[in-house]
């Protein structure tokens, strides 16, 4: 019998696995959901009649082309099930299949499902067994030229990345992604990570960054992702927060009249460090008294949303007064 339904997931093609011969000699078990299911969901025949096929092969662990064939009608109904693509790989191990052909397969589904965890993590295993991982910048770079801040495949980029040894071309990629969205915080956060896994942050370093940085908060002051990033940078040199080219620059944007809530945050946090350090400067920009000032700034007009902060922080800063 050809299925005639026109539910979601069915068409006017799909014979029901309960209607084919070669599947005459093995028995469905349908799902059970207890006698009195208490939101049972409306699954579509063609769904219904899949699944049940799988739980069947599953309890007689039928390790065949044809149980092959139904993992990827169950995957394309349910790209999450955790347990058809776990059976989907026990089979083509137990086939010894061309991984090749099920790289294209599942590179189809990442394709149809970019945000789906299981998809990437099947691509993962499959390049894991053919140690080879030639393909993934590519791939990855393809997906995030759909959506740029895709985390799955920024995960699966960073994995082949370290565990292949592909840093080689990876700053120039994320430098074109920075030109062409600079609050891209997946590409700030991607420049950190392999900084972090190549050079580190030798002085040299982070002299270099800070300046990358520096540059492209002129461009936009107010893009907290490139502010985190300086933070991160700086934290990593002897002076912190209070490094002096960064207060430098930071006392020009702000005789400038810039008041980005990034800029007067970034000032409150380098005076709150200095004054746990034990260090008083008074008249300057780190002062105790410009940092409360700069607090009853974000507060009540730069960034009011967060208000309770500040004036914590302003309590935090009044401890160390004299």
Avoid at 252 to 270: M, P
Wanted: proline letters at 2%; aromatic letters at 12%; one cysteine or more.
């Amino acid at each position: 019998m050809e299925g005639s339904s026109s539910e979601e997931g069915e068409d006017v093609n799909w014979t029901f696995y309960r209607d084919r011969e070669e599947w005459a000699d093995l028995k469905p078990v349908p799902q059970d959901d207890g006698p009195h299911p208490v939101v049972a969901i409306a699954y579509s025949e063609k769904f219904r009649d899949v699944f049940d096929y799988f739980r069947g092969v599953l309890k007689v662990h039928e390790l065949s082309e044809r149980a092959l064939d139904l993992t990827r009608d169950a995957v394309e109904l349910n790209p999450g099930n955790y347990t058809v693509w776990q059976y989907r790989r026990q089979i083509l191990k137990h086939l010894d299949k061309d991984l090749k052909e099920e790289m294209a397969f599942v590179a189809e589904m990442i394709s149809a499902f970019p945000k789906n965890y299981q998809v990437w993590h099947h691509r993962q295993v499959l390049v894991s067994w053919l140690n080879d991982a030639s393909d993934e910048l590519q791939l990855t770079a393809k997906m995030l030229a759909l959506d740029a801040k895709n985390y799955h495949a920024w995960q699966h980029r960073q994995w082949a990345i370290r565990t292949f040894n592909l840093f080689q071309n990876e700053l120039e990629f994320i430098e074109k992604l920075l030109n062409d969205d600079i609050r891209n915080n997946s590409a700030w956060n991607q420049r950190y990570f392999v900084i972090n896994q190549t050079t580190e942050f030798a002085p040299e370093v982070i002299e270099k960054e800070i300046a990358y940085v520096l540059s492209k908060i002129k461009i936009a002051t107010k893009n907290e992702s490139s502010w985190n990033y300086l933070r991160g940078i700086v934290l990593h040199s002897e002076s912190g927060l209070r490094k002096p080219s960064v207060i430098d620059f930071c006392d020009e944007l702000y005789n400038s009249g810039n008041r980005s809530a990034c800029l007067l945050s970034y000032l409150v946090d380098a005076a709150l460090e200095q004054a746990e350090y034990g260090v008083v400067k008074e008249n300057s920009l780190l002062s105790i008294d410009k940092a409360l000032e700069l607090c009853d700034n974000l507060a009540n007009e730069f960034d009011v949303c967060r208000r309770g902060y500040w004036n914590y922080i302003s309590g935090c800063l009044r401890v160390h007064m004299n």
